[in-house]
């Protein structure tokens, strides 16, 4: 079974530019997830979507952060305009269903300067 | 709101050592709870999975419980090895597909 795909693996740009990631989730996988995860932390929940429904959106920026995933399957996030504290590393996961394991990619690593 | 904790936040043993990674959560109407891995630079990966009606799992040296009640969870590592340095994270399910991750254990096994 492949994998959860996200790309690109790194980004580099300057506060005020905008960035996408985009991410494939595992074939047959409903639910999908967005995370940011700061260096020494635990993952925090920007997006969930079920299908191409969103699902739960509340700790999304939305005066900067967008995201969708207009066939239910890809996903793309994107950043406009990006500030210094949105270095992270973004995570894409996602799982069949609420009882079965949640999947992660590699994440995209974002450095704003 | 589901609070998850993670003690300790770092940890150094000595290879061949059992040891035991700790997680607990404020809210005890869970789904399930995951543990995952996670290496520098990379995505997690999923270690075990419990629901809300089981008491453990098991899959190699690795065996996690859950104590629902308390709002605990334990991963048991057996015979430790330097192979097992990484962070490992715990993650709760709520209703509304709610989850929560704890901060993470930092693991270093030394030769």
Redesign the interface.
């Known amino acids: 079974e492949a994998g959860v795909a996200q790309s690109p693996r790194y980004k580099i740009i300057e506060k005020r530019q905008s960035v996408a990631f985009w991410c494939n989730p595992i074939s047959g996988h409903a639910t999908l997830y967005w995370y940011q995860q700061i260096l020494g932390q635990g993952p925090k929940l920007l997006i969930q979507f079920q299908n191409n429904g969103v699902v739960d959106d509340s700790q999304l920026p939305k005066d900067r952060f967008s995201a969708e995933r207009l066939k239910g399957v890809d996903s793309t996030l994107k950043i406009q305009p990006a500030k210094l504290e949105d270095s992270a590393v973004y995570l894409c996961a996602s799982r069949v269903g609420v009882n079965s394991p949640l999947h992660f990619g590699n994440g995209t690593r974002l450095t704003v300067t | 709101k589901q609070e998850?904790t993670?003690i300790p936040a770092a940890l150094s043993v000595p290879e061949g050592e059992n040891l035991v990674l700790n997680c607990s959560f404020t809210d005890s109407a869970i789904?399930?709870l995951?543990w995952?891995r996670q290496d520098p630079?990379?995505?997690?990966?999923?270690l075990l999975?419990i629901?809300s009606s089981q008491r453990e799992q098991t899959s190699g040296r690795l065996n996690a419980s859950l104590d629902k009640s308390s709002g605990r969870s334990t991963l048991y590592i057996a015979a430790s090895q330097p192979g097992d340095s990484a962070t490992y994270?715990c993650?709760v399910?709520n209703a509304?597909?709610?989850?929560?991750?704890?901060?993470?254990t930092r693991l270093m096994v030394k030769p």
């Open positions: 998850v993670q789904y399930n995951q995952f630079g990379k995505g997690l990966t999923s999975l629901q994270l993650a399910l509304g597909n709610m989850l929560t991750f704890g901060g993470g």
